[in-house]
């Protein structure tokens, strides 16, 4: 393909994004940078068309592009601009500073995305997993009802209430307290497994059978700890679009848990993914810009924003890479400079 109809599909995909109607060959020969005829605009065009890049919706339209057109365009042709200091100044604001408890972060950055871009925000975190936990509490609650508090070091809590078969003395209680505080206080998370477990559970019986019960329910909780936690910003965003189709979005909201698989194996930089190509994305002519952040040089977690395939590229991936950086920084110890409003790389040095 020449340089022509690679400028052509550039200016066909800038103007459909721009306008939502299909562009026709006197749009085109009207931008500055397309200096030739409406004839060779639409041969070029018909070229695309045949080559699988645009297609053209109705027999007298203009065109649009194709899954195909979005791609090249993306990996080839698109030229994102740098955000403004001003505007980096105004996601500083939104974040938070260094002091900001993590999962706050999470949720900042969660609903700054969707604020500036006014599509869905869908962020992931796994940040539980690099903490440790820092106390167990064991809290009588009522007959034969005990509630299980787990705190971890980055102030994540996490509670469960079980019934025992009988109400437990204060020796008993304090008995369970001591054992948990040896065998749990300051292990990561990271470290928790069924194995560790199995063994308390043991141990815990032989004392007194009855409490194995509190063990589990520990165990279960250390297991939502180990799992990414899924925030999806601005759902309504996706609802209220008209390029997409409600009843899809309605099925994807309700089970956007599906979604973690693929973000967990998303790779590093800015990756775009189109709803037609995973089947944990399903909502038909959408998109996905997605970025991994980090955490002392460890993955912690995705952001990215979600919309229509006819989403503003260029606007919207300066924005997720800034917070990606920006997230990655106040998440690390040391990790990254921040000059002059710009954040540096933060990929760990070899």
Do not use: W
Request: aromatic share 6%.
């Amino acid at each position: 393909m020449d340089d022509r109809k690679l400028k052509i599909l550039a200016a066909v995909v800038d103007e459909y994004v721009r306008t939502g109607e299909p562009v026709g060959s006197k749009a085109i020969s009207k931008l500055e940078n397309i200096n030739v005829s409406s004839a060779t605009i639409r041969n070029d065009m018909a070229a695309l068309e045949q080559m699988g890049y645009l297609e053209q919706p109705h027999t007298s339209a203009g065109r649009i592009p194709t899954f195909a057109g979005y791609r090249l365009y993306i990996d080839e042709l698109m030229t994102p601009p740098d955000l403004p200091d001003e505007e980096k100044s105004r996601l500083d604001e939104m974040l938070g500073g260094k002091d900001t408890p993590e999962e706050l972060l999470v949720q900042n950055v969660a609903a700054a995305l969707t604020e500036i871009t006014q599509c869905a925000a869908v962020v992931t975190n796994a940040v539980p997993r690099f903490s440790v936990i820092s106390k167990v509490e064991v809290i009588p609650t009522g007959k034969r009802l005990y509630v299980i508090l787990l705190i971890t070091s980055n102030g994540s809590i996490k509670n469960k209430a079980c019934r025992l078969e009988f109400d437990l003395s204060h020796e008993q209680l304090d008995f369970f307290t001591r054992y948990v505080e040896e065998n749990l206080s300051g292990v990561s998370v990271d470290e928790l497994s069924d194995d560790m477990f199995d063994k308390m559970v043991a141990a815990v019986s032989a004392y007194m059978v009855s409490l194995s019960p509190l063990v589990k329910g520990i165990c279960e909780l250390s297991e939502d700890l180990r799992q990414q936690e899924l925030t999806i910003s601005g759902g309504e965003k996706l609802l209220s679009c008209e390029d997409l189709d409600k009843m899809e979005v309605v099925r994807f909201i309700e089970h956007k848990h599906e979604l973690s698989e693929l973000l967990e194996g998303t790779f590093s930089g800015i990756q775009v993914k189109f709803g037609s190509e995973s089947e944990s994305f399903a909502i038909g002519n959408s998109s996905l810009i997605v970025s991994k952040y980090r955490k002392d040089g460890k993955e912690a977690g995705s952001l990215g924003v979600i919309g229509p395939m006819r989403i503003d590229y260029k606007k919207i991936i300066p924005y997720v890479d800034y917070l990606t950086k920006k997230i990655s920084y106040l998440m690390s110890e040391g990790e990254g400079d921040i000059i002059s409003g710009k954040v540096d790389d933060l990929d760990p040095k070899p």
